[in-house]
């Protein structure tokens, strides 16, 4: 006996023909399982397996893993040639339309975020009871943040685009209301020493049984590199990123980095950012980026991130998230923790 996964469709051909390996490391992250491909009937398929080939039992934890891959649509059982559907776990805490509706140039691709809050998560050292905020600190118009709720997590932000947080919170207004959730959401102006210096997105959604009973997410409208000075003293047990590529929309935070001189790369504005990100960690969470390795090398990056104070993990699946976007970007994933 043995289980077959059904990934579902990807809207992005690129992204669709890479889907079956970025799950497979995902999956091997996130369960111990691994994932093979596997051709049934004319239909691909992911076959697991566990430990050295062994075939996969399934547990209640690997289920639930399965059911919030970034790409998963329906898992089977196969025993004597015929296939079983297996029921997974309800584990969204909003319905995934939440994160599929909004179209833009520019939007990060919705599967892929999720594989990166996926394998932060499961990279983060904390008490399996323990409340999950995930900051993105480069929000944009909240691809992160959507995904973060929809897995029933909290969510927190800053954009230095004040088109895009505006876009940001009237589709979230806009859904909530459609999808008849009880919620409160509010624009206000925040003010240090007498002086509007930004303005502060808040909303607290009652979320359907089973789930958790509310989730909240706060976003403020400022440069990343202020992060902390926004939050204060508030902790994050998951930061989460996806950092300017550098070749059609940069973030404005990237326009002057180290050298004083617009930088389109991230280099100048993850070597600013970095080390403030890494002081909002709590002890034993961890931060996930995304990046261009066309213009800074994964060997440079760790350096950051090491230097930040965090222990990057780079082995084994870990190095197995690396992917082709298009002929300007060759996307990878780098996750490292803040240790205890």
């Known amino acids: 006996m043995s289980h077959l996964l059904l990934l579902s469709p990807a809207a992005n051909r690129v992204y669709a023909g890479a889907a079956a390996e970025l799950v497979s ?3 091997a992250v996130c369960t111990g399982l691994t994932a093979s491909p596997e051709t049934v009937a004319g239909v691909d398929y992911l076959a697991l397996a566990g430990d050295a080939g062994r075939e996969a039992a399934l547990s209640a934890d690997d289920l639930a893993a399965i059911a919030r891959a970034s790409a998963s649509l329906a898992l089977f059982e196969r025993a004597d040639d015929l296939l079983r559907p297996i029921e997974l776990p309800g ?12 179209k833009y140039q520019g939007k990060t691709n919705e599967q892929f975020t999720q594989l ?44 230095a685009d004040a088109k895009a947080f505006e876009a940001m919170a ?6 909530l209301r459609r999808k008849r959730l009880k919620h409160t959401a509010d624009v206000t102006p ?24 509310s989730l909240s997410a706060t976003v403020f409208t400022g440069d990343t590199r202020d992060s902390a000075k926004l939050f204060g003293k508030r902790k994050f047990e998951l930061i989460v990123a996806d950092a300017p590529y550098g070749v059609v929309h940069g973030s404005r935070t990237d326009v002057h980095g180290v050298s004083g001189r617009r930088d389109r790369s991230p280099a100048g504005l993850l070597g600013e950012a970095i080390g403030v990100w890494a002081g909002q960690l709590v002890p034993g969470g961890a931060l996930g980026l995304s990046w261009n390795t066309l213009g800074l090398s994964r060997e440079k990056l760790a350096d950051l991130v090491t230097t930040a104070g965090l222990t990057v993990l780079q082995d084994g699946p870990w190095l197995r998230f690396a992917h082709r976007v298009d002929s300007s970007i060759h996307r990878d994933i780098l996750v490292a923790r803040r240790d205890r």
Not at 192 to 205: L, P, T, W
């Open 170 to 175: 009237a589709y979230w207004k806009t859904w």
């Open 91 to 102: 584990v969204l805490g909003l319905d995934d339309d939440f994160v599929t509706i909004p």
């Open 25 to 27: 490391a995902e999956l």
């Open 116 to 159: 990166l809050v996926n394998v932060t998560r499961a990279a983060a050292d904390l008490p399996a009871d323990r409340p999950i905020t995930v900051l993105d600190p480069l929000c944009g118009r909240g691809t992160t943040l959507s995904v973060a709720l929809m897995l029933g997590y909290n969510a927190a932000g800053v954009e």
């Open 190 to 213: 925040v003010r240090r020493e007498g002086k509007s210096i930004g303005r502060r997105f808040d909303a607290q959604v009652k979320v359907p049984e089973p789930h958790a009973d």
